[in-house]
């Protein structure tokens, strides 16, 4: 069931978006990223649903897959994704969004969180001292607490700290601050709805 966020790093190559939407049911958050209501596929897996973005034929330029644990509704990104850029929209009416983007064009990897129609802090994983949003100091305490900064805003980590620990120090209090739980196995092995993103 649990197993938290700290996993996706762990991956050779970490390369959905995740969005998580509290206050929200998962088809419906599915829908706020732009799926086409009458386009829920059958469930898929995760290799089912990168087939169907590669697949020419379908002209599917993108999917989400959807499912719900720890009292956060989560969608997998495949294709191009674009949850960070609706993530403001997602988190309309009191819902909480965060969007987990792993940015493997262009790295790093950027955190961003949402509530009730408001961008509230942004920044790239392993480049904390820039912040962004209405709120950009929003995990700031955290991020001291956890040695990521110091409280002059300047990095505390060791040079030369490898990547994965680095990006995994941070996804560590991001999970802890949020409750944020991903499933591993339901997300890599098992079918999950699915709907294509118009």
Do not use: K
Request: with cysteine; hydrophobic share 40%.
């Amino acid at each position: 069931m649990g197993g938290g966020i700290q996993w996706l790093v762990d991956q050779d190559d970490w390369h959905h978006g995740v969005v998580f939407a509290r206050g929200i049911e998962p088809e419906v958050l599915g829908v706020r990223m732009g799926g086409v209501p009458e386009s829920v596929l059958s469930p898929l897996t995760d290799a089912e649903a990168w087939n169907r973005v590669l697949d020419l034929a379908t002209n599917d330029d993108d999917v989400v897959r959807v499912g719900a644990c720890g009292g956060w509704s989560f969608a997998v990104e495949y294709g191009l994704g674009d949850g960070g850029g609706r993530l403001a929209e997602i988190s309309r009416d009191g819902v909480e969004a965060i969007h987990l983007d792993p940015s493997p064009d262009h790295p790093p990897a950027m955190f961003s969180y949402a509530r009730n129609g408001a961008d509230l802090c942004s920044f790239g994983i392993g480049e904390e001292v820039w912040r962004w949003g209405d709120q950009p100091d929003l995990l700031l305490p955290e991020l001291i607490a956890a040695g990521v900064l110091h409280p002059d805003g300047t990095y505390a980590r060791p040079e030369g700290e490898p990547y994965r620990d680095r990006d995994r120090h941070t996804l560590a209090l991001i999970e802890t601050r949020f409750g944020l739980l991903l499933p591993r196995d339901e997300v890599e092995n098992q079918r999950l709805p699915a709907l294509i993103i118009g």
